[in-house]
């Protein structure tokens, strides 16, 4: 019996009573545009820009998110971006907790200094500390909407760099067609490590080397213009926001090119459930429960999942069947 394949509970189905909801969260989007990083994305969607596609006589409350990028950087959703609190008080990280309240959690967890070991099928490998890299490669704001698999999401104002900058500067060789990714192991300040002994640690995750080399695939230092809290993968994780969840691998200490494709740890788990490629799909539910909406984690309002989480203009090329 693992978390992840806990089905969402029946109090997560239940709709929210939807107007009430929608007010309290049409408030707190203002406060927030008014105050911090608002630009005209939010404020069309403050003005009912995406209302139009919401469906007329829907029995259950849900609305499909917007993701034109009116007045933000091209990549990022014009959505108002769930509150820093929210968004450090729900988290998976099984190293330290089985439940949603990793924060309580984290406090013996050094995450500095912070070595990266790159290596495997690349001319340059490396190993590295997580600081200098991003004095080398710089930071950029990516705000995305992110989908865990148990159905619920939120959206992240992510800080960091592509993924590609780091994959470019370890210069892989032409047999490298995949990248494999470990966690950080350290029982002694991972209380969850030793509370689930029997999983395959350190937490392992993998892409292939087109997806790990797309615009969207992010590394994410921060969140909020803060550094990343540690519930949240300090001092650096991985962002997919196409995909599942649990491809978005944090703390991360070793990335590895290899030529075939590598398991991951819920893989290993149960591979029916939780396949290498997990792109989110509203049509393909999970074996007990539907994809087909989420729950956003602040306001509870349930929304259509998007076909590749919204991001298919970006990435959908990778996946078209001839
Ligand atoms: N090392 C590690 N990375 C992990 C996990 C984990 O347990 N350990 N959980 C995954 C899952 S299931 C999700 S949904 C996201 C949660 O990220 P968040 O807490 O930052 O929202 O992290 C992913 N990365
Ligand atoms: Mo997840």
Known sequence: MNTLGKAPSS????PEPLYLRRREFLHTTFLFTATSVGTGGSLLWLMGGNRASEPESSPVSVSTPSLTTAGRSSYSTNEPSTSYRDITTYNNFYEFTLGKDVFKHVEAFT???WKIEITGLCENPMTVDARELLEEFGMEERIYRFRCVEAWAMVVPWSGYPFRKLIEKAKPKSEAKFIRMLTASKPEQMPGMRQAPHYPWPYFEGLRMDEAMNTLTFMATGIYGKALPKQHGAPLRLVVPW???YKSIK???????IDRQPKTFWEALQPEEYPFESNVDPKVPHPRWSQATHRLIDTGSRERTLYLNGYADWVGDMYRRG
């Open 243 to 245: 995909k599942y969840g």
């Open 11 to 14: 109090s997560e189905i239940t």
């Open 111 to 113: 995450t500095e200094p």
């Open 251 to 257: 703390s991360i200490v070793k990335i590895e090119f």
